[in-house]
């Protein structure tokens, strides 16, 4: 049941997710990815809490991957971050 409850949250997630993102104009990505990087924080945490909780090797295996692709995340945003800050620098 909890799995089942799990599964709907994640596809209600995704959905609201890919709407929010394609509705939002193109001039206005990278600024909604600086934005994002602390949602993609928080993710880490919960990534990093659910990799060492030892819930078993299936919760350890799929934890290790969210922290890997949610740090993947972080360092991408700051880096576009970081770039579009440094348009705005005088030379």
């Not at 929010?20 to 990087?37: A, Q, R, W, Y």
């Not at 060492?52 to 295996?61: C, E, T």
């Amino acid at each position: 049941m909890e799995i089942l409850l799990l599964l709907t949250l994640f596809v209600v997630a995704v959905f609201l997710g890919v709407e929010m993102i394609t509705k939002v104009p193109p001039t206005l990505h990278t600024p909604l990815m600086s934005g994002s990087n602390a949602i993609s924080g928080i993710s880490l945490v919960g990534a990093l809490l659910s990799a060492g909780s030892g819930g078993g090797i299936l919760v350890n295996v799929l934890g290790f991957i969210a922290v890997v692709l949610a740090t993947i995340n972080v360092v991408g945003g700051y880096m576009v971050t970081n770039r579009m800050l440094a348009m705005f620098k005088r030379k």
